[in-house]
């Protein structure tokens, strides 16, 4: 069964610390992308990667980091350096940079 | 001002309608379109993907493009409840992964 997977559904952390969203996917997939959904705003991107070993900022990088260790894996990490991190984290991926970008469940962060 | 416009809704159709979503946008370069639906606490589904001007139909649903208007449409035919979601435009410049996407209108299909 082919897809993208996210996990945790919901995430909670203290203000100050760092946390790892996890992306798997297992569509043989070489772009994966990382995005922030709030409300009242469209998605927005934080880091896209066109291959393995190979990442790019998107629009609102700051205060996040990934690593593509992996064809199948993206983590996004939220580190305490970003201001407003409680967020809906969407993560995607597209068979190659530019095509069309299927979206994971989603992992809805709350940071207190 | 925004590259992308949607209107946000809510927006509001009995069972059975016809159902019209549109997105204005700014920047002439964009080329691909897409459309995608997102259930509540959801992540988004695509439903269509066009490239330049013209309609492309699938189903219920029909997509259209006017790049000398910069307006997209999405039309939803015999609507049903379960059309009830968010829908998202998103468009992207020919070359460029980063896609730019629209607030999303919230759509109610009433039983």
């Known amino acids: 069964d082919g897809g993208i997977t996210q996990s945790p559904k919901y995430l909670f952390r203290k203000e100050g610390q760092n946390v790892t969203l996890s992306c798997e996917q297992n569509l043989n997939h070489d772009a994966m992308y990382w995005y922030r959904q709030d409300p009242g705003q469209g998605l927005r991107l934080i880091y896209y990667s066109q291959i393995v070993n190979d990442f790019q900022k998107g629009d609102i990088a700051e205060g996040y980091s990934v690593s593509r260790e992996k064809k199948e894996s993206f983590p996004l990490t939220v580190t305490s350096a970003q201001k407003n991190p409680t967020a809906f984290y969407l993560c995607?991926?597209?068979?190659?940079?530019?095509?069309?970008?299927?979206f994971g469940p989603g992992t809805r962060l709350t940071v207190t | 001002q925004k590259e992308v416009e949607q209107d946000p809704g809510p927006l509001s159709v009995p069972e059975g309608a016809i159902v019209s979503l549109n997105c204005t946008y700014s920047?002439?370069?964009?080329?691909?379109f897409m459309w995608y639906r997102q259930y509540s606490r959801k992540g988004p589904e695509l439903l269509m993907y066009t490239y330049s001007s013209g309609n492309k139909e699938d189903g219920r649903f029909t997509a259209q493009v006017d790049k000398s208007s910069k307006y997209i449409s999405l039309f939803i035919r015999d609507s049903q409840p379960s059309d009830s979601a968010t829908y998202l435009c998103?468009?992207?410049?020919?070359?460029?992964?980063?896609?730019?996407f629209g607030t999303g209108t919230r759509l109610t299909i009433i039983p």
């Open positions: 995607a991926s597209s068979y190659r940079s530019g095509d069309e970008q299927y």
């Open positions: 998103a468009m992207r410049n020919f070359g460029n992964e980063k896609l730019t």
């Open positions: 920047n002439s370069a964009f080329q691909y």
